[in-house]
């Protein structure tokens, strides 16, 4: 399984647009080898380098499998808890220094049928023991 970006390289900067100095909208996403038995996809979007421990700017799950994520889109499926209390796309706003933003999609064998506040940890661990596959994509960011 795989995700990549049509407007960044994984490890490599990503556009400004995609962050809080420019649009925050999400980037386009591409999923593929997508294993055979996948029932639903989650995504996980988060930055490991905030000064107040991880900050989980997007969460998505119950998604049917698709191959792409459109560019400022909200895929289908349940949008859970981000760390400021939304269910949406939170784009890149480090206050100092190059973070990292990982992008973290999982196959799962089944629909997790959870609520919409469910947020990261919970999300985490119910699709623990149902995951089939998953890979990952880092895009940095720096602001100006």
Request: charged share 20%; glycine share 6%; aromatic share 8%.
């Amino acid at each position: 399984m795989k995700i990549k970006s049509s407007t960044f390289q994984n490890n490599q900067l990503m556009p400004s647009k995609f962050t809080c100095d420019g649009d925050n909208i999400n980037p386009a996403l591409v999923i593929e080898n997508i294993p055979d038995g996948t029932k639903s996809l989650a995504l996980i979007m988060d930055d490991p380098d905030a000064t107040i421990g991880t900050f989980v700017h997007w969460v998505v799950f119950d998604m049917p499998v698709i191959s792409e994520i459109k560019e400022n889109s909200i895929p289908q499926g349940k949008q859970g808890n981000n760390s400021a209390g939304q269910k949406k796309y939170h784009g890149p706003c480090p206050p100092s220094g190059t973070h990292r933003y990982f992008f973290k999609i999982y196959a799962l064998d089944t629909m997790l049928n959870l609520n919409e506040n469910t947020n990261k940890a919970q999300l985490e661990q119910v699709m623990a023991n149902h995951i089939i596959d998953n890979a990952e994509l880092i895009g940095l960011y720096k602001r100006r």
